[in-house]
């Protein structure tokens, strides 16, 4: 008799991965800012006001752990540290421009729905120009 069960192999989906990758509520703002040359950790905190300052050195020590910044240790008093994008870091920053022009073309068509559909009273819907 012959068996005829499937068999599951574990793939890594190299789009889950680098969805994981980014994945937190602070990782995009804190690439954004270091892209534009915000480089210590206190100019992240100043650039994005509401997160906390232990979230943020998760954030950048899980995106330090993925390879896409990298930290550079000073050995000075009071002690310094300074993070910069990786060339990996680079190509997302390019990702995040081809991605942010698609929220835009997303953004008209919700905002073309809504106009079809407006919003009943109470619903929220505003639609900026």
């Not at 896409?68 to 008093?77: D, G, R, T, V």
């Not at 073309?105 to 819907?125: H, I, M, T, V």
Request: glycine share 8%; charged share 30%.
């Amino acid at each position: 008799m012959k068996e005829n069960s499937p068999t599951v192999i574990e793939k890594e989906c190299p789009l889950e991965f680098a969805v994981k990758a980014i994945s937190g509520k602070w990782k995009i703002p804190i690439i954004w800012r270091m892209h534009q040359g915000e480089k210590r950790p206190s100019e992240l905190l100043r650039g994005i006001v509401k997160v906390d300052r232990r979230v943020l050195n998760q954030q950048l020590k899980e995106m330090q752990e993925a390879g896409i910044i990298h930290k550079q240790s000073f050995n000075e008093l009071p002690p310094r540290v300074e993070y910069t994008l990786t060339e990996l870091g680079e190509g997302l920053v390019k990702v995040l421009w081809e991605l942010n022009g698609w929220g835009r073309e997303l953004l008209k068509s919700e905002a073309l729905k809504q106009l079809d559909n407006p919003p009943k009273a109470g619903q929220g819907g505003c639609i900026e120009d």
